[in-house]
């Protein structure tokens, strides 16, 4: 069964870093980019960013670059998102998702359960 | 940055065709995929390249894109149907969401 496997909930203060994680199985990691979504309580899906695990090349959306980052651990087939200080903003449930398809015709087929992250003084 | 616009709510009675669109500038030029989230869930891919519906999503649900608008339409829609529905493009490696429909079967 393809699935990906994420990391549980964490409650951190503000100023803590954080880094959670998502494992692949069921597939070969290295073919399929993985990316991050944000959902904020009560709020929609926000695209973060995401990571090519072969070579570990990321992009990020604008919103988010420079505030988080994405790595790989493809020998273990698992993708990180890590922050080095959090705020109280950063509260949200974070998904990973598999991208298949090409180019032009990117999907997220595969999500993860979500990791829930509370920033609370 | 490229923004795609949902209405933020549709309301359907059982049996009848739901549409839910999705905007944004020359979208038809970009393949756009839907998003269906029920509550405490995570979200589901229930269809892809505009139209075409992943393995185990009912045929009910159909896809167009054209112009500068995508339609999710969900003919015969169930009360199992009832959640919110994201459309997803994207513009220069970037992904974009819409801020999300939540349909309610009434």
């Known amino acids: 069964e393809v699935q990906l496997v994420q990391s549980g909930a964490e409650v951190k203060k503000p100023g803590e870093s954080l880094r959670i994680s998502c494992e692949g199985s069921?597939?070969?990691?290295?073919?399929?980019?993985i990316t991050w979504v944000r959902q904020m309580p009560g709020k929609g899906l926000e695209w973060m960013g995401r990571?090519?695990?072969?070579?570990?090349?990321?992009n990020y959306s604008p919103s988010f670059q420079g505030h988080v980052t994405i790595s790989a651990d493809k020998s273990i087939s698992t993708a990180y998102l890590q922050w080095s200080s959090l705020k109280a903003s950063d509260t949200a449930i974070y998904y990973c998702a598999r991208i298949s398809g090409s180019s032009l015709d990117y999907y997220m087929d595969v999500w993860g359960k979500g990791t829930t992250v509370t920033v609370s003084s | 940055s490229y923004e795609l616009t949902q209405p933020p709510s549709v309301s359907v009675s059982p049996g009848q065709t739901a549409s839910i669109t999705c905007s944004g500038d020359k979208l038809g030029d970009k393949y756009a995929c839907w998003y269906q989230q029920k509550p405490g869930q995570s979200p589901v891919l229930v269809i892809y390249?505009?139209?075409k519906r992943p393995s185990g999503i009912p045929e009910r649900f159909s896809g167009s894109n054209s112009g500068n608008t995508a339609t999710l339409t969900i003919s015969g829609t169930q009360a199992m149907d009832e959640a919110a529905y994201y459309c997803?493009?994207?513009?220069?490696?970037?992904?974009?969401f819409g801020g999300g429909t939540k349909l309610t079967v009434l």
């Open positions: 069921g597939y070969t990691f290295t073919i399929y980019w």
């Open positions: 390249q505009n139209h």
């Open positions: 997803q493009a994207w513009d220069s490696n970037t992904g974009v």
């Open positions: 990571i090519d695990p072969i070579d570990s090349y990321t």
